[in-house]
C-alpha cells in the first residue's frame, strides 16, 4: 500500500523548488530587460529614417477641409529612403570596425558588460533596419531591394571622398603658411652659413705673408759710405714666399751687368 503522507513531504519540496525557480527566472528577465531598455543607445536618433516614416505617414493639415492625406512622390519617397540606407551603410561599418576590438578588450576585463550589451543591441537593431529598407524598397519598386545598398554604398563613397576634400582644402591655408616660415628659416639660415664661410676666407687670406721685393743700389749709385758702387753690385733679390714668374726666374742670387 502507497504511503501518500510519506510521498507528501518530497512532492512538496519538489514543488517549492520548481515554483521558486520559476518565479526567479520570471523576474530575473524581467529586470534585465527593463535594464537593457534603459541602456544608453549606441548610435544617436536615425534622422534619416524618421523623415522617411514621416514623409510615408504625412498627416493632412488640421485647417484642411479634407481628411485625406497629401500625395507623396515617389521619386521623394525613394530618396528619402536612398538617404536612409546610406545612414544605415555607416553605420554598419561603424560597428563591424568596433566589434573586434571591443570584443577584445571584454576579454581582458577593460570595458564592463554593459558596454557590451549596448554594442550587441545596436548589432541587432541594426539588423532589423536593413531587413526593413529590403523591404520598403521592394514595396516602392520591384526588386530594388537587391541594389538599393549598392547605390548607397556609392553615396556613401562619394560622401567620406567628398569630407576628405573638404577637410584638406580647410587646411591648405594654415599649411601654406607653415611651408613660406619654413622656407624663409631654411634660406636664412643657408645664407648665415655662406656668411660665416666667407668671412673665414677673407680672415685667412689677410694672414697670409706678402712676399717682399728688395731691389739693391744700382751701378754708379753712391754706396751708404759715400763710395761708388761697382758695376756690378746691383742685384735684384725677391724677400720671401716663392719667385713671383718673371721677375728672378727663380734665381735669387744672379747678379745683373751693368753698362761698362
Same mark, same amino acid.
Given at each position: ?30 529586470? /534585465?530587460?527593463?535594464?537593457?531598455? +534603459?541602456? /544608453? ?6 534622422? /534619416? ?41 555607416? @553605420? *554598419? ?21 554593459? &558596454?557590451? /550589451? @549596448?554594442?550587441?543591441? !545596436?548589432?541587432?537593431?541594426?539588423? #532589423? ?7 520598403? !524598397? ?16 556609392? *553615396? ?15 587646411? !591648405?591655408?594654415? #599649411? ?6 619654413? @622656407? ?21 687670406? +689677410? ?10 743700389? !744700382? ?12 758695376? #756690378? ?13 718673371? &721677375?728672378?726666374?727663380?734665381? +735669387? ?8
Amino acid at each position: 500500500m502507497v504511503d501518500w503522507i510519506g510521498l507528501a513531504a518530497p512532492v512538496a519540496y519538489l514543488g517549492i523548488l520548481v515554483g521558486s525557480m520559476t518565479t526567479f527566472r520570471f523576474f530575473y528577465k524581467s529586470r /534585465q530587460a527593463a535594464r537593457t531598455a +534603459s541602456l /544608453q543607445p549606441w548610435f544617436p536618433a536615425h534622422l /534619416q529614417r524618421n523623415i522617411y516614416l514621416s514623409l510615408l505617414h504625412l498627416e493632412p493639415p488640421a485647417s484642411s477641409p479634407e481628411k485625406k492625406p497629401p500625395t507623396v512622390p515617389d521619386s521623394i519617397l525613394k530618396a528619402a529612403l536612398l538617404r536612409r540606407a546610406t545612414e544605415d551603410i555607416h @553605420r *554598419m561599418i561603424s560597428i563591424q570596425s568596433a566589434k573586434q576590438a571591443l570584443a577584445t578588450l571584454l576579454a581582458r576585463g577593460s570595458v564592463g558588460d554593459e &558596454l557590451w /550589451q @549596448r554594442f550587441l543591441r !545596436a548589432e541587432k537593431e541594426m539588423e #532589423e533596419e536593413l531587413k526593413d529598407v529590403v523591404a520598403e !524598397a521592394n514595396a516602392l519598386a520591384s526588386g530594388w531591394g537587391h541594389t538599393i545598398f549598392q547605390s548607397a554604398n556609392e *553615396m556613401a563613397n562619394n560622401y567620406i571622398v567628398r569630407k576628405r576634400y573638404e577637410e584638406v582644402q580647410a587646411q !591648405a591655408k594654415s #599649411e601654406r603658411e607653415w611651408w613660406d616660415r619654413k @622656407r624663409a628659416t631654411t634660406q636664412a639660415e643657408f645664407m648665415k652659413e655662406l656668411d660665416q664661410g666667407s668671412a673665414v676666407t677673407s680672415s685667412k687670406a +689677410s694672414a697670409t705673408i706678402t712676399p717682399a721685393r728688395v731691389v739693391l743700389p !744700382a751701378p754708379g749709385t753712391p754706396a751708404a759710405g759715400g763710395e761708388r758702387g761697382s758695376d #756690378e753690385d746691383a742685384v735684384l733679390v725677391d724677400a720671401g714666399g716663392p719667385t713671383t714668374p718673371g &721677375l728672378g726666374g727663380g734665381k +735669387s742670387g744672379k747678379k745683373k751687368k751693368g753698362k761698362k
